[in-house]
């Protein structure tokens, strides 16, 4: 028996259908334009720029909404995983670290900790430089934060830059940026030891990614002490190897056994520290282009620790903000004319 | 007929040799199996500098600490690296192993 509608009628009756849903369709795949979302790039703009204005009257905490409100923005414009979320994330770390919110810092912190890390699976340098970029603000955050959130931070930014060598050690030819780095992670040992509560240093070191004190076996101060001068000795020692490598490098390794004698001098080492910049000063002076060279080493007091000697601004600016953290009265580097090398002179 | 001979006798001295040469390697390679690398041997233990590396780059679970100990009945320092985990639960173990034997 044959069906009174037959199967034009069903035909007719989906065509129908699709007519009534297509403009739905449509309509769902274009982005909603409101009037006033955040969501499009103009307003994105505003929100920063009035971030910005907040941030420039020293009005934080409305700073920090508008950022906030921001970095939303960025995540939904750009993606969960763009690099337009880096500056809004450093402004966002900036006013946090201004308004001593530590659990939101530490939060901005890590988030930046697991976007970079995805961000630059692939890119062992991109992820180093990131990787410093997050150890810097430990840093700073280091600089205010007494006793064991001092020590804390500290521990972290080492153990970042840590992993930005590792990074680094991934990237053939690299091996001149590790010096910087490997300076670094040396004078954060000297800081921890000397300007840092030795207070549960085992626990933040081994147990624990988070700052709290878990309870349990720990080094005592002077191990940690004569640990730290053995990592810093070990690490200038594979600075000064890098250097060697290189032909006609006198004085840049006269320079590292500079740095060598500062490190004997820091740990209280003045024999072996004489004999380091024994050695550095008779190397320069067979060389008769380092005039500037020693005048610039031994001419005048130098605070340790002293800036990494590279070109590189980076290096220099981080040496000067840990500087700034010294407290207990600093070393200085003699100079030739001291009391210091008067037994030196005897020898010669 | 000589020069056959002569060849054969060179020969014979020619295998002679080479076995003599052989004998000395056969030595040589029988002491280095009594020190064949085993447990111990040969291992360096990483310096601290390496030990903080690995630190920084895992979980604090799989965290090791290395230090100098003097083993019981011997006077020489030996360097050991155990996971910070097991040096707690060993620790924890010997105290507990204290207070019940003290009572």
């Known amino acids: 028996m044959q069906h009174p509608f037959g199967p034009s009628c069903l035909v007719l009756a989906c065509i129908a259908t699709a007519a009534a849903l297509l403009p739905a369709l449509v309509h769902a795949q274009m982005p909603a334009v409101f009037p006033d979302n955040h969501f499009t790039l103009s307003n994105q703009t505003r929100v920063l720029e009035s971030a910005e204005q ?5 009005e934080l905490d409305a700073a920090d909404i508008a ?9 939904a414009d750009q993606g969960l995983f763009h690099e337009a979320q880096l500056p809004v994330l450093d402004r966002l770390l900036a006013i946090n670290l201004a308004r001593q919110d530590w659990s939101q810092f530490n939060h901005y912190l890590e988030y930046h900790g697991a976007l970079t890390q995805r961000m ?5 340098a991109g992820h180093a430089q990131a990787l410093e970029s997050a150890a810097d603000w430990h840093q700073r955050a280091a600089l205010i934060l007494n006793d064991e959130h001092r020590t804390w931070h500290l521990i972290r930014s080492r153990n970042l830059i840590w992993q930005a060598v590792s990074a680094l050690e991934q990237v053939p030819g690299s091996e001149d940026q590790l010096s910087p780095l490997l300076y670094r992670i040396a004078t954060l040992h000297y800081y921890l030891t000397t300007e840092a509560s030795l207070r549960g240093l085992t626990s933040l070191e081994v147990r624990t990614n988070h700052p709290v004190r878990v309870s349990g076996w720990s080094m005592s101060g002077n191990e940690a002490t004569q640990r730290s001068y053995a990592i810093g000795q070990e690490l200038l020692e594979r600075i000064y190897r890098i250097h060697a490598r290189a032909p006609d490098n006198a004085l840049t390794l006269a320079h590292i056994d500079t740095l060598l004698g500062d490190w004997q001098l820091l740990f209280g080492r003045d024999e072996q520290a004489r004999a380091y910049y024994r050695k550095a000063y008779r190397a320069l002076q067979t060389d008769p282009t380092a005039g500037p060279v020693i005048e610039q080493l031994f001419a005048r007091r130098i605070a340790l620790p002293a800036p990494y000697f590279s070109s590189s601004a980076t290096a220099d600016s981080v040496a000067a903000v840990l500087a700034t953290m010294n407290t207990t009265g600093r070393l200085t580097r003699p100079q030739l004319t001291d009391d210091f090398f008067t037994e030196d002179h005897q020898h010669e | 007929m000589s020069d056959t001979r002569f060849r054969a006798k060179d020969k014979a001295t020619e295998t002679r040799l080479t076995r003599r040469r052989f004998v000395p390697v056969l030595a040589l390679l029988g002491l ?16 601290p500098a390496e030990v903080e590396q690995y630190n920084a780059m895992v ?23 155990r996971l910070a ?17 003290l009572r």
Do not use: W
């Open chain 2, 85 to 101: 985990v097991d040096i707690d639960e060993t620790s924890n173990f010997h105290r507990e192993q204290l207070r019940r034997a």
């Open chain 1, 67 to 75: 950022f906030r409100q921001a970095f939303e923005s960025v995540r």
């Open chain 1, 120 to 124: 630059y699976q692939e890119q062992p």
């Open chain 2, 32 to 47: 280095t199996g009594c020190v064949a690398p085993g447990e111990g041997n040969f291992i360096r233990p990483p310096t």
């Open chain 1, 54 to 58: 907040h941030m420039q009257a020293g």
């Open chain 2, 59 to 81: 979980q604090p679970e799989k965290r090791i600490v290395c230090r100098t100990e003097v083993p019981v009945g011997s006077n020489i320092p030996v360097r050991k690296c």
